[in-house]
């Protein structure tokens, strides 16, 4: 057995590692005992109850509030090149089972037994983000360990997650031996997509969603729909290949605005996206004064609350969005309403949709809960994984329902 340094913990903060969780914050530590400055960031340790028994193997970044995240409850497998290779094995062997092609999550963190690690797969190209000091401790084992695995051609780390500030770590955008290509290909549902590798948003694509671009296919056909942040215009894109007769792309990029036009023709649907360049507060203002009307709108913003006291000025930004997009349906509309807020339970968003439609006197009816795709697999004891939250309601003017 490797002999790694304790972290010992309080009396009774064992609690909710035993039952399933994985995060370890500092004032759960006994510092007296295991100071935590003294250890290195990333560094690899065996947990302790109080009583001195094991817990399983950790790394530690003193900096965090977040100081420790265990990675095994073996104290004698620690975070190797060996553990890497069987844990992205399990990773893959679900993926496979369930995508015909290889563009997927291979990993999400937590939710397959490597906190703090993320890893995108498209075709050869693998996309790493090591969000924490201990996976940038380990990030040439990983690279070894996902040449092993799944023998990608090219490995982009992408290290510029906003997280890793939290961590003290730098930011940064590198491949792992030979450079790959400029722009990433994702097949998805059918269509294809290209978007760019070193400066895309997140690792280049939003996985998380495509259960939800599937499921907005039984509203589309037919129909005028609003992709309101569209990023690259899956949803519109989708739409448009589901039968729509418009959907309307608006994101404030240029570059973005320029890849969906790119995307839409690739898919042979440019002559249904029309993609509009500005704000989308601005633009859903706009289409308002101007009588716009659309079946269904999609709202997919970033995170309006990413810390847990920006809850109040976050909520604020949901309901007026979504009170926007929701003027803008006709007298029986849809609207898939998204959430990327941790932060933001499904009730809470459910209420704030409900709190805009009787401002507006319309009627609101749930008709699908939506969440992360089955490459995101949330962890039960980690409430924090089950981040993404898309609601389907109709909306009807309420002298059609009370």
Not at 128 to 143: H, K
Not at 302 to 317: N, Y
């Amino acid at each position: 057995m490797q002999q790694r340094p304790v972290l010992r913990l309080k009396a009774g903060e064992e609690r909710r590692l035993r039952a399933g969780h994985l995060w370890i914050f500092s004032n759960e530590v006994d510092t007296g005992q295991t100071p935590l400055r003294g250890f290195a960031p990333g560094e690899q340790v065996t947990v302790e109850d109080a009583r001195g028994k094991s817990l399983g193997c950790a790394y530690v970044n003193p900096s965090s509030v977040i100081c420790a995240r265990l990675v095994s409850r073996d104290a004698q497998v620690g975070l190797d090149r060996s553990t890497l290779v069987h844990r992205l094995q399990i990773a893959l062997a679900m993926r496979e089972r369930l995508f015909p092609e290889p563009c997927y999550r291979l990993v999400h963190g937590e939710a397959d037994g490597l906190p703090g690690l993320v890893v995108d797969r498209f075709g050869d190209v693998c996309v790493v983000q090591p969000n924490t000091a201990g996976m940038e401790q380990v990030l040439d084992p990983i690279g070894e360990a996902l040449e092993r695995v799944v023998a990608p051609q090219h490995i982009l780390v992408r290290a510029d997650s906003p997280v890793r500030e939290r961590e003290g770590l730098e930011q940064r955008v590198t491949w792992l031996g030979e450079p790959g290509p400029a722009s990433l290909t994702v097949q998805e549902a059918g269509l294809t997509f290209e978007v760019p590798a070193e400066a895309g948003q997140k690792t280049g694509w939003y996985y998380d969603q495509r259960a939800n671009r599937r499921r907005l296919a039984a509203y589309a056909a037919d129909a005028r729909v609003l992709d309101a942040f569209a990023y690259s215009g899956a949803f519109a894109i989708a739409a448009a290949a589901a039968g729509a007769r418009e959907a309307v792309a608006v994101e404030s990029s240029p570059e973005a605005c320029d890849r969906i036009a790119a995307n839409a023709e690739r898919n042979g649907v440019d002559d249904r996206v029309t993609v509009i360049e500005g704000e989308v507060n601005d633009y859903l203002a706009a289409a308002r004064q101007e009588g716009e009307r659309y079946d269904v709108a999609v709202v997919d913003p970033p995170a309006f609350i990413k810390r847990r006291r920006d809850r109040r000025s976050g909520e604020r930004g949901y309901r007026k969005v979504n009170e926007a997009a929701l003027r803008l349906l006709g007298r029986d509309g849809v609207l898939l309403s998204c959430s990327c807020s941790a932060h933001l339970p499904e009730e809470r968003l459910s209420g704030i949709l409900l709190a805009a439609a009787r401002h507006l006197d319309r009627s609101l009816r749930t008709l699908e809960r939506g969440g992360p795709a089955p490459d995101h697999p949330t962890h039960p004891a980690i409430p924090e994984t089950a981040y993404l939250k898309a609601l389907f309601v109709r909306s009807v003017i309420a002298s059609s329902l009370p």
